[in-house]
């Protein structure tokens, strides 16, 4: 009898083990490491002596991709599909905010959808990688989450799939919005 109750506790153990895995196979999308915001980053990145990459992203489309969703254009591109809301809407917010990153649905809510495409879509979510002495050394970052963008990144979102698609030339797009980190 003894035994047979050992076998049940077991059993229930692998059960469990069991549910997890599927449930991370479930949540294969949600990233790793923790989301902050763009206000965590400017604790840093908003001096002058860093390249003021928060300044820079406040004047681009980027940190507008919210706002747009809610002009005429918008809405119209939204009627054609079905869509009321677009400020509302997963098919669009999943390009258009780093809330849903990449996603149909909010991922956190550290971001809220109006802070639009902010520096964690292109570097990675980064409560791992933002202490100071993590930052300061590169490899510790990557290995914390942080991701160095390139080309790919802009296409997950600059893609036909977009439905004001255009051409998308890496070159002149990056000219754009680049914001390096000064000669010291
Ligand atoms: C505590 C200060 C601090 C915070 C907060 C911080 N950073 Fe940094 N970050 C640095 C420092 C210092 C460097 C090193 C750059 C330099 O001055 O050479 C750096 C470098 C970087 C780099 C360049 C990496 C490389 O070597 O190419 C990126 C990208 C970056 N940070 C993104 C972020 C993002 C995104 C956030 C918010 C999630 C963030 N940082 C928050 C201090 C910070
Ligand atoms: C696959 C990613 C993606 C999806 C999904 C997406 N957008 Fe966009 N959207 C973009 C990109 C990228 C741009 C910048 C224009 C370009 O270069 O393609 C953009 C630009 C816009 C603009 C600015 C107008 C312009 O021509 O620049 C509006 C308005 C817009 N999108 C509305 C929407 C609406 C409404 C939805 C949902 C029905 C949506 N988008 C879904 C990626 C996307
Ligand atoms: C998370 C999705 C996403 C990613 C990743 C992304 N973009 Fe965008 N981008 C957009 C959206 C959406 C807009 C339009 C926002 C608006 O009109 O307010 C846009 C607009 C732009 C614009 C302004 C277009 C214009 O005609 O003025 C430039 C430039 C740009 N992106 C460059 C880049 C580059 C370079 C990368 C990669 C390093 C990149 N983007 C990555 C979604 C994205
Ligand atoms: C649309 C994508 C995108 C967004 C949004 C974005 N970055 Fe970047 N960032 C890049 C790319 C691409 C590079 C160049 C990577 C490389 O080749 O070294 C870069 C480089 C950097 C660097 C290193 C610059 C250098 O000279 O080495 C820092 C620091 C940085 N980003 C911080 C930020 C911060 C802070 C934010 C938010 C305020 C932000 N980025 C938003 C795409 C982005």
């Not at 479930?26 to 923790?34: R, V």
């Not at 300044?55 to 991709?65: F, G």
């Not at 591109?77 to 996603?103: N, R, W």
Request: net charge neutral.
């Amino acid at each position: 009898m003894k035994k047979g109750i050992c076998w049940k506790g077991g059993l229930g153990i692998l059960t469990l083990g069991m549910a997890l895995a599927i449930s991370g196979v479930a949540l294969a999308e949600t990233p790793e490491h923790e989301f902050v915001g763009v206000q965590k980053c400017a604790l840093c990145h908003k001096k002058p002596e860093q390249g003021e990459q928060v300044k820079i992203w406040q004047e681009t489309a980027h940190a507008k991709a919210f706002e747009v969703l809610a002009t005429p254009a918008a809405k119209e591109t939204a009627a054609k599909l079905g869509i009321d809301d677009p400020q509302k809407s997963g098919k669009c917010l999943k390009c258009h905010s780093t809330a849903y990153y990449f996603t149909e649905q909010q991922l956190t809510q550290a971001i809220q959808p109006e802070e639009g495409i902010s520096c964690e879509s292109c570097h990675g979510p980064g409560k791992d990688f933002m202490k100071k002495s993590v930052m300061e050394d590169k490899d510790a970052a990557k290995a914390a989450g942080l991701i160095i963008p390139d080309e790919s990144t802009c296409k997950k979102c600059h893609n036909p799939e977009s439905p004001n698609y255009k051409d998308f030339d890496y070159k002149t797009n990056w000219e754009k919005i680049k914001h390096p980190v000064p000669e010291k």
